[in-house]
């Protein structure tokens, strides 16, 4: 039986519609496995999914006093490091991550380039005298006992919420070393951390 051309045309596009459907769709092993190559790279989700903060609170403050900070233990859960490159909170207009430095007996805190890397399955410190988030430009009062939210962002660009209690505290008496609209120059800290 001769082959007509109309027959193969339409070989040719059930062919090729086979083997667009074989490209579209996928088996629940492929989703498996492509998610589980997420899981393996540490990709945003995974990378906020490994951190929490262990007891966070902040130090009670009113808007006079303009800042105050945010402590605890940044804990890593996951197999690679993690770094928290930036913060917020409602309440504040700017929000930092500081270090602080000692030279001799005078201490100085000052914003903390490349952010705040904590390792695989580790901890890093939040403390006074220390590593903290800093919260500057106060635009409510922190009352002790209340509730805080602070959101952090990491180097994949993933934001993790932690809630953290207000407690009053006798801070260190650091200098600020920075250049904020209301917080410029060295000025002294007061303690507010």
Wanted: glycine residues 14%; aromatic residues 4%.
């Amino acid at each position: 039986m001769p082959f007509h051309p109309r027959t193969r045309t339409l070989g040719a596009a059930l062919a090729l519609s086979l083997a667009l459907t074989g490209c579209g769709g996928g088996t629940d092993d492929d989703v498996d496995a492509r998610e589980g190559a997420t899981e393996e790279t540490g990709t945003s989700e995974n990378a906020a999914a490994s951190l929490h903060l262990d007891d966070p609170w902040i130090k009670a403050a009113t808007v006079e006093d303009g800042m105050t900070a945010v402590f605890g233990e940044l804990v890593n859960d996951g197999d690679e490091e993690v770094t928290v490159v930036a913060a917020s909170h409602e309440d504040a207009d700017t929000v930092e991550l500081h270090e602080v430095t000692t030279q001799g007996a005078d201490a100085t805190m000052r914003e903390r380039e490349g952010g705040f890397p904590v390792p695989a399955n580790g901890t890093l410190p939040l403390e006074p005298g220390g590593d903290h988030i800093m919260l500057m430009g106060l635009t409510a009062d922190l009352e002790p006992g209340a509730e805080s939210s602070v959101t952090v962002e990491l180097f994949d660009g993933s934001t993790t919420t932690f809630t953290a209690v207000v407690k009053e505290h006798a801070g260190a008496n650091e200098e600020y070393e920075g250049d904020h609209e209301g917080h410029g120059g060295d000025e002294d800290h007061g303690g507010d951390h």
